[in-house]
C-alpha cells in the first residue's frame, strides 16, 4: 500500500506534463500576404505587433497580383494587404476572403522618378513630355499595367495625361514596383512610376514630379483575413490601426485611410483620407439643380455649404478659363465652369460624386490640390479636393473629363 501511495504522484506528473509541454508551445506564426510596396513600414510594424503580443509572423512581399494568384491555389495566407482594390475584389468574387473582415487602411501618390544623379526635367500635366526625356532608346520602368497595381495606376494616369498611346511601346514591365524601382535606381531605365514610399526609401533614385491626384483612380491599400485566417490574425489587423502603426505608416509617406466607423453615419462609406462627414450629409439631402457654364464669362455662381445637382455640356462645347488637366473630348466627356463663392477662409473643398478632373482657377491661372480623397465602396462621394487659396480671391471652379452629363457638387471649408 505505501508503495501504491507513493506512486500515485509520480503517475500524476506523468499525465500532466503533456498538457505542460503543449503550454510552453509557441504560438503559431501568421502568415500575412502584402503588397511589395508595404515592405519596409509592414515590417516595422510587424516586429513591434510580435514583440506587444508574443504572436510572430511571417510576411510574404510581392506583386498584389503574384499573390492573389497564390492565395486562389491554396497558399496559407491568413492576412491578404493588396496595393488596389481590384485584386481584392478578385479574392472576395471567388469566396476567399472572411466576410466583413474587409477595410482600406492606406493612401499613396503616383511619382515620376529618375536616378539620382539624372538631370531630367519633366513637368507632369497634359501632354507631358515623358516620350522626349526617354530619349532615343530610353524605357519607362513600371509595373505591369496588365496585372500589377502600379502599372494600372501609371496607365490610367498617362492617359488621363494624353501620353499612353507613345509611351506604351517603350515600358519596361516589371513584375512589381519594387523591381521597377531597382531598374531606375541601377541606371537601367531613366525614368519610371513608382509610388512617393518607393522612391522615398531608395536614395539612389529622386523624384521629378507627383502625377496630379486626379489623373488616376485613388491609390487605396485594403486588408483582410483570408476565408482559413486563423484566429490572431484579427488582432494583428486591428494593430494595423493602432497608434503605432500609423505613426510608422505617415513616417513611410503614406496617408492613413479615416476607418468605416469613422464615418458610421455616412452609409458605410470607407477609405477616406480625411473625414467627409459634412459633405457626406450635404449629398444625402436635398440638393439645388443649376447648368454650368460654357465659358468663363457664363460661369453659373455656386453658394457655399450647400449641395448642387450640376448638368454639364459637351466639353468640346466649353471654353475653359485654364486649359484643364483632363483633356479628353473625344471619348464624349462633359464639362463646365462654375463661380465659386467668396469666402475668408485660405482653403476649400470640392467634393463630386464623380471621378472628373477639378480645377481651381484665379485668373488664367491653375491652383495646385493640397489634398486629395477617394473611395471605391461609397454610393454618394467619388472624390473630393483641397485647394489653398487667398481670402476672398475671385475663383472658378472647372470640371472637366466627366462621363457623367450630371454631377453632384459640394464646396465646403474643410
Known amino acids: 500500500m505505501k508503495s501504491l501511495v507513493r506512486r500515485i504522484p509520480v503517475a500524476a506528473l506523468f499525465f500532466a506534463l503533456p498538457a505542460a509541454f503543449a503550454a510552453e508551445q509557441p504560438k503559431e506564426a501568421l502568415v500575412v500576404f502584402a503588397a511589395a510596396s508595404l515592405t519596409d513600414a509592414l515590417q516595422k510594424i510587424t516586429d513591434e505587433y510580435t514583440k506587444t503580443s508574443g504572436v510572430p509572423v511571417k510576411l510574404s512581399f510581392a ?16 492576412v491578404f494587404f493588396s496595393a488596389d482594390q481590384e485584386w481584392m475584389d478578385y479574392l472576395d468574387r471567388k469566396g476567399l476572403i472572411k466576410a466583413g473582415t474587409r477595410t482600406d487602411v492606406l493612401g499613396n501618390r503616383l511619382v515620376l522618378i529618375a ?27 513600371t509595373g505591369d499595367p496588365d496585372s500589377v497595381p502600379v502599372g494600372k495606376y501609371a496607365k490610367a494616369a498617362l492617359t488621363s495625361l494624353g501620353v499612353w498611346t507613345g509611351l506604351e511601346p517603350r515600358l519596361a514591365r516589371a513584375e512589381n514596383v519594387r523591381v521597377a524601382l531597382s531598374y531606375v535606381a541601377r541606371g537601367e531605365a531613366p525614368l519610371g512610376i513608382v509610388y512617393a514610399t518607393d522612391a522615398a526609401v531608395e536614395p539612389k533614385v529622386h523624384v521629378v514630379d507627383k502625377f496630379p491626384e486626379s489623373s488616376h483612380p485613388p491609390i487605396t491599400y485594403p486588408v483582410a483575413l483570408t476565408k482559413s485566417a486563423q484566429g490572431e490574425a484579427e488582432g494583428y489587423v486591428q494593430f494595423l490601426r493602432s497608434a503605432t502603426a500609423s505613426s510608422i505608416f505617415t513616417g513611410g509617406g503614406f496617408k492613413v485611410l479615416a476607418t468605416r466607423t469613422a464615418m458610421a453615419t455616412s452609409g458605410g462609406c470607407s477609405g477616406f483620407a480625411f473625414d467627409l462627414s459634412k459633405e457626406l450629409a450635404l449629398f444625402g439631402g436635398k440638393m439645388t439643380e443649376v447648368a454650368a457654364g460654357s465659358a468663363a464669362d457664363k460661369a453659373t455662381p455656386l453658394e457655399a455649404e450647400k449641395a448642387y445637382r450640376v448638368a454639364l455640356a459637351s466639353q468640346a462645347s466649353v471654353r475653359f478659363a485654364a486649359e484643364p488637366g483632363k483633356v479628353t473630348v473625344a471619348d464624349g466627356s462633359h464639362a463646365g465652369v462654375l463661380k465659386l463663392p467668396s469666402s475668408t477662409s485660405q482653403s476649400l473643398r470640392v467634393t463630386l460624386d464623380e471621378a472628373a478632373w477639378i480645377d481651381v482657377v484665379s485668373g488664367a491661372k491653375m491652383i495646385e490640390s493640397t489634398r486629395h480623397a477617394g473611395s471605391h465602396d461609397c454610393r454618394l462621394v467619388r472624390k473630393s479636393v483641397e485647394f489653398a487659396v487667398k481670402p476672398n480671391a475671385p475663383l472658378l471652379l472647372q470640371i472637366s473629363g466627366s462621363t457623367k452629363p450630371v454631377v453632384n457638387v459640394a464646396v465646403t471649408a474643410p
Open 115 to 141: 536616378p539620382a544623379n539624372s538631370r531630367l526635367s519633366v513637368k507632369l500635366g497634359p501632354n507631358a513630355p515623358i516620350l522626349a526625356a526617354l530619349g532615343a532608346n530610353g524605357r519607362l520602368a
Open 63 to 78: 506583386g498584389s497580383s503574384a499573390l492573389a494568384k497564390q492565395i486562389e491555389t491554396g497558399a496559407g495566407a491568413d
